[in-house]
């Protein structure tokens, strides 16, 4: 092209007298510049030939035809997924077959415990709100699909790298899964949906934003089930050596002479076979290491399903054209008749509301992944033994799904709410309704013990604790609308992503300062226990003198309910039921400390606004509803 630029300029030149060659040499910046811009000699203009990326995945390739004005449907892909990232709030129904990968039937020495098994939810949480709160830019650069895929990748290869953990009995592979790739591609994946289903949805910022994250609060409505079913289909019974069997005790493990070697065992009660839901086995001693609870082949399996929805997701999700604006919309000015205020991504740290709100979410947001992380068996383990006919394996199961329905129904319920009453009301009622409810439990359980009545108390614990969990979901779902009306809506996705920061320290504190007093209460109800124990009881069952508990106890071979087969009935009762009570009172403690940090929640000073060329800004505080 610049050829025939030049030739055009030569042909003047040659042509024209010489007064006109300074005219002609004039007209070659402006042909160079209308080469420039597409703009040919001759001929129609040419496109530009785009990439791959830039076709298909790149922000532009996100951009809705002006036609395009059906904002329902893109809630399908938002939703969808959510739904898969919001699978890890239903690991609990995975804690206790990885806990017992070895044993099987109940724990043996070399199986994880409760808490390590727990982590990898929290680190995954965890880093989902510093993924969200470092990439937030980033994403706000490629756009909803290039993130979207990215995450889908991320979080799919970690559930499948945590199986290979699992398969290995290598707790840091687990870790580095489920823990950071999948909790990475859960920070990739959640603030994109969300501000896209925003900007189709100005005028109902709360259903928007609870459309998107219902699809997070009823991941375990699809987990709960199908780890079950897959975990059915690829499990391995044990070997059944009786009820009777001659053990030898070595460094608190038992073990037995299995086809002249000498193999660890387990002894498991029918306590520890209700937990389980295997009704074809029976009271006895069991071969470690004979048998697989199937949860390697799950992991595998899902990760492969939640990276390929998530993709399917990503190629599907639009955002609005820019000239979109719904029938009867009208967008909101500032006081000075301006454009709508906004604070910058750089600048909402600076501000007191981002640390109230913080405050408010770390503290909800602990109580509740600490109940989500010990759901399971907080179920078995405090009804199990008051109510064996109710309280099974699949009960527990079912209560999993029960507080994801919670979840789900606040995520949508209070965020519908949230259009009509305000944010500040809804959040006032989450942090005092949820101090109420803590405190309520223990007493549930306790006129459970004294009463040993079933349905009625049963319901309501579980009704009380899905409402506190719908209290949590509730303010994940608002959380987003209610910065866009405290900071502007034009950089939600990546604000929101620094306030998940709260997240990801609630998702550490919350689930360990559960199981760490836990810990603390099994350990005293042991020590109790064995002020009742006969040491000739204890020396028949176990084999060993009293004095060695202690090694007995870090080998999983003495505990509570074990203690309990040879503690006279008359003289203690069972402590199990009571284990999470000073849980419950802390977590009650933080929702005080949530409701506090809220009350301090104030508009925001104009002078964090992002300003705009010629416009005046109100030095006063703006009040929003």
């Known amino acids: 092209m610049l050829v025939c630029v030049a030739t055009v300029a030569a042909t003047a030149t040659l042509r024209a007298p010489l007064f006109d060659v300074t005219r002609a040499c004039s007209v070659l910046p402006s042909l160079v510049a209308h080469h420039r811009r597409g703009i040919h000699c001759s001929g129609p203009p040419l496109r530009e030939k785009l990439s ?9 390739a996100v951009v809705a035809d002006k036609s395009f004005t059906n904002r329902w449907l893109m809630a399908v892909p938002a939703f969808a997924a959510h739904l898969c990232i919001g699978a890890p709030y239903a690991w609990s129904a995975m804690t206790g077959p990885l806990s017992r990968e070895f044993g099987f039937v109940c724990s043996s020495a070399d199986d994880w415990s409760l808490g390590q098994v727990a982590l990898p939810m929290s680190l995954l949480f965890c880093l989902h709100g510093m993924s969200a709160a470092a990439l937030g830019k980033w994403q706000m650069k490629v756009g909803p699909r290039a993130a979207i895929s990215l995450a889908g990748l991320s979080f799919g290869g970690g559930l499948a790298l945590s199986g290979l953990g699992a398969y290995v009995h290598s707790l840091p592979l687990i870790y580095l899964g489920f823990g950071v790739f999948s909790g990475t591609g859960l920070g990739l994946a959640y603030t994109p949906p969300i501000q896209a289903l925003i ?52 460094d608190g493990r038992l073990f037995a002479d299995v086809n002249d070697n000498l193999s660890e065992v387990v002894y498991a009660t029918a306590t520890d076979l209700a937990k389980i839901g295997y009704s074809s086995l029976s009271e006895g001693y069991y071969l470690v290491g004979s048998g ?5 082949a799950t992991l595998a399996s899902l990760g492969g399903f939640y990276s390929l929805v998530m993709l399917a997701a990503a190629m599907s999700i639009r955002k609005p054209h820019p000239d979109y604006k719904p029938a009867g919309y009208v967008p909101p000015a500032t006081t000075s008749g301006g454009p709508a205020f906004n604070v910058h991504v750089d600048q909402v740290m600076k501000t007191r509301q981002f640390y109230c709100l913080g405050a408010t979410l770390f503290c909800v947001a602990s109580g509740g992944m600490g109940l ?35 979840n789900l129904g606040g995520r949508i319920g209070w965020g519908v709410l949230s259009d009509y009453t305000g944010r500040r009301f809804v959040f006032n009622m989450f942090t005092l309704g949820s101090a109420g409810l803590y405190l309520s439990f223990p007493h549930l359980v306790k006129y459970v013990v004294d009463t040993k009545e079933a349905v009625a108390p049963l319901a309501v614990f579980c009704g009380s604790t899905a409402l506190a969990i719908s209290f949590m979901g509730g303010v994940y779902a608002i959380l987003p609308a209610y910065e866009s009306d405290l900071f502007g809506a034009k950089y939600v996705g990546a604000n929101h992503g620094r306030m998940l920061l709260a997240s990801s320290a609630a998702a550490i504190v919350g689930p360990s300062l559960i199981i760490a007093l836990k810990n603390l209460g099994e350990k005293a109800a042991i020590v109790d ?27 999983k071979t003495v505990t509570i309910s074990k ?26 403690g933080l929702m005080g400390v949530a409701a506090m940090a809220h009350i301090a929640v104030k508009p925001v000073n104009p002078k964090f606004y992002e300003k705009i060329e010629g416009e005046v800004v109100n030095t006063e505080p703006v009040n929003k509803p």
């Not at 203690?563 to 009650?588: E, G, K």
């Open 52 to 60: 791959f990326y830039d076709k298909y995945i790149g922000p532009k």
């Open 199 to 250: 900007e189709w949805f100005p005028d109902k910022k709360g259903v928007a934003s609870g459309l998107t994250i219902m699809g997070f609060g009823s991941g375990g409505l699809f987990f709960v089930p199908a780890s079950n079913y897959l975990m059915q289909k690829f499990s391995r019974l044990p070997t059944y050596l009786g009820e009777t069997v001659s053990t030898t005790l070595k």
């Open 292 to 296: 697989s609870t199937g949860a390697t």
């Open 372 to 406: 989500l992380s010990v759901c399971k068996p907080l179920m078995s383990e405090t009804f199990g033994t008051l109510l064996p006919g109710i309280v099974t394996a699949s009960f527990a199961s079912t209560y999993v799904m029960i507080l994801s329905v919670g």
């Open 529 to 555: 226990l064995l002020r009742h124990v006969d040491p000739v009881r204890f020396q028949h069952k176990f084999g060993i003198d009293i004095s060695h508990v202690d090694e007995l106890v870090a080998a």
């Open 563 to 588: 203690l309990m087969d040879i503690v006279p009935p008359a003289s203690v009762h069972d402590p199990t039921p009571y284990m999470y009570n000073t849980s419950f009172y802390a977590m009650a």
